[in-house]
């Protein structure tokens, strides 16, 4: 009887220990640089008028977290920094067509063929207090051109930033729009990019118009894509995708038209190249607010990030937000005789929510601790 009660006893310190030990390593994480995370994407689809993860970027149920991954966590508190690891999202075999699910596409609105092929994954990301790549103030990005209506714009708190000369101002005609940044007590954010890899194209046959027009988006060559190194900036414009259209032959849509001959004596194809241009801002916890006066969609939007983790940065919740600006242009061939056009434009707010885990060893204590309390009271219970 002694021996058992040497034992119960024994057991007893021993799982008081162990979860004592949990709790003093929960509450002390300082020394730590490695954290489990999850992460999930949203964007504002104007469609459903809400915040969404799995209408236009596959697969449909990244509206849950992603699974885990580890990131590095800075010593900088509170607030730490900290970097996500490169491809923690990926999807390279995805592949949608308007034949097999709810898009709307159809041969009544001349849209027979809608297909696309998705292959993509983030570079590495990196997150920091006092971004220097932040504004220290309440800053205001706008294109002042023959569309804009500055009276609309979001109020400027602060001194716009100078519209880009980028591709020789080829594209800034009737480029309008702002993005207005808070960037918050601790400027916190950062910069994650997405490469697109070489499976990433989309198909579409048109016919509604006349003649009869497919448009191709070949992937972008990775040499051509900014990647990790390359931070985020306030303002930047990138050239994010290339696409062509082409007209066709009927009955069977298939054969390039040809158009003339070039000065060479070959054959000459009716081409238009299309031009999507992404105007932005690095990722924040603070406030952003976009608004597009050309928009076909989400003319005006605001969100707000958070960072409500520990001290130390190794568990709960931070949000950061990303504002965007879409401009499609066409490029009509030179024997059209036609100028670059505005085709397409649109305000695109995105935010990544981060969610900080437990570290396993932690874990692994706490669970350790309460199994031992478990058997200790069945002992006791004999």
């Not at 690095?282 to 990030?305: D, S, V």
Request: aromatic share 12%.
């Amino acid at each position: 009887m002694a021996k058992l009660r040497f034992r119960a006893i024994a057991l007893g310190w021993v799982a008081v220990g162990m979860f004592s030990a949990s709790l003093v390593i929960a509450a002390n994480p300082a020394n730590a640089t490695n954290a489990l995370f999850r992460a999930k994407r949203t964007w504002w689809f104007s469609n459903v008028d809400s915040w969404t993860s799995g209408v236009l970027i596959p697969p449909a149920g990244l509206k849950s977290y992603q699974p885990p991954a580890s990131a590095k966590v800075g010593p900088t508190a509170p607030g730490p920094s900290f970097s996500a690891p490169k491809s923690f999202i990926k999807n390279t075999t995805y592949h949608f067509s308007c034949s097999f699910n709810r898009y709307n596409c159809s041969w009544t609105i001349g849209l027979p063929i809608s297909r696309g092929w998705y292959s993509y994954w983030n570079a590495k990301g990196s997150f920091r207090p006092q971004n220097p790549n932040a504004p220290t103030t309440t800053t205001t990005i706008r294109f002042a051109t023959t569309m804009s209506n500055p009276s609309k714009a979001p109020t400027a708190m602060g001194s716009p930033v100078t519209p880009t000369t980028t591709w020789d101002g080829r594209y800034d005609h009737s480029r309008g729009g702002s993005i207005m940044i808070w960037p918050g007590q601790n400027r916190f954010g950062g910069t994650m990019r997405f490469f697109e890899g070489p499976n990433d194209h989309f198909y579409q046959l048109i016919t509604i118009d006349g003649p009869n027009t497919s448009f191709t988006f070949p992937p972008t060559p990775l040499s051509q894509q900014l990647g990790t190194g390359v931070e985020m900036q306030i303002g930047e414009v990138e050239l994010t995708s290339r696409g062509y259209g082409y007209r066709l032959t009927d009955p069977f849509h298939v054969d390039r038209l040809i158009v003339g001959t070039t000065s060479m004596g070959g054959p000459e194809y009716y081409v238009k190249t299309i031009n999507y241009l992404v105007t932005r801002a690095p990722y924040t916890t603070g406030m952003a607010r976009i608004w597009e006066p050309n928009g076909n969609t989400n003319t005006l939007q605001t969100a707000t990030g958070y960072d409500n983790r520990t001290v130390a940065g190794l568990n709960g919740n931070i949000s950061l937000v990303h504002p965007r600006l879409v401009h499609v242009y066409t490029v009509f061939p030179p024997s059209s005789g036609k100028p670059i056009q505005l085709t397409w434009s649109s305000a695109r707010m995105r935010k990544i929510d981060f969610r900080f885990l437990p570290e396993p060893a932690v874990i692994a204590l706490l669970v350790s601790g309460l199994v031992a309390l478990v058997g200790l009271n069945r002992l006791r219970a004999r």
